[in-house]
T-cell receptor, first 117, second 113 residues
Framework: GAVVSQHPSWVICKSGTSVKIECRSL??????MFWYRQFPKQSLMLMAT?????????EQGVEKDKFLINHASLTLSTLTVTSAHPEDSSFYIC?????????????FGPGTRLTVL | GENVEQHPSTLSVQEGDSAVIKCTYS??????FPWYKQELGKRPQLIID?????GEKKDQRIAVTLNKTAKHFSLHITETQPEDSAVYFC????????????FGAGTILRVKS
């Protein structure tokens, strides 16, 4: 159980285009999902918290108009990188919170490598 | 806010030896401490976690200890194997913040055979 998928696994796009990344919890419902960004040889940097049925909460310094998050259902959250530029190239990882009783555990998706030319 | 420091940044051990990675946290309200293993280009995988109501948890070759008074927790891997080579991240969170995790900087573990 607790499987999280992400699509696409990698994407290459031209500067100025928008890219949508999907995060799905396959065998459980996730009220909360998180989006992270990871640079090479660095730790995971939380970008935003995605809650089903409400607006995402962004971390300080993350542009909400650039990184649009939509938590459309209890199993799907999407991250859209709008007007992407080379500096947006990174590894984007989502996680979904599995609630078991009163205990919550985060499980991660496989990540999406975005390259902006 | 919470700050998590992790040491060492790199660790090389001989196959069969033990490896210990340590983390300290700043927010005394933190009560959940997971450890994730990440292989190159792959997702972080939860390997063990501990909540503040216990001081130690063990799962086969992996154990985690927690000292709430000193605000530090450690990952112990015994009888290391080459497949244990990866980056390990510690994290801390408080339930009231929706389980938002604050990660340490990571430790590159190399197990030499």
């Amino acid at each position: 159980g607790a499987v999280v998928s992400q699509h696409p696994s990698w994407v290459i796009c031209k500067s100025g285009t928008s890219v949508k990344i999907e995060c799905r919890s396959l065998d459980f419902q996730a009220t909360t999902m998180f989006w992270y960004r990871q640079f090479p040889k660095q730790s995971l940097m939380l970008m935003a918290t995605s809650n089903e049925g409400s607006k995402a909460t962004y971390e300080q310094g993350v542009e909400k108009d650039k990184f649009l998050i939509n938590h459309a259902s209890l199993t799907l959250s999407t991250l859209t990188v709008t007007s992407a530029h080379p500096e947006d190239s990174s590894f984007y990882i989502c996680s979904a919170v599995w609630r078991e009783g009163f205990r919550d555990t985060q499980y991660f998706g496989p990540g999406t490598r975005l390259t902006v030319l | 806010g919470e700050n998590v420091e992790q040491h060492p940044s790199t660790l090389s051990v001989q196959e069969g030896d033990s490896a210990v990675i340590k983390c300290t946290y700043s927010d005394s309200a933190s009560n959940y401490f997971p450890w994730y293993k990440q292989e190159l280009g792959k997702r972080p995988q939860l390997i063990i976690d501990i909540r503040s109501n216990v001081g130690e948890k063990k799962d086969q070759r992996i154990a985690v200890t927690l000292n709430k008074t000193a605000k530090h927790f450690s990952l112990h891997i015994t009888e290391t194997q080459p497949e244990d080579s990866a980056v390990y991240f510690c994290a801390a969170s408080t339930e009231e913040y929706g389980n938002k995790l604050v990660f340490g900087a990571g430790t590159i573990l190399r197990v030499k055979s």
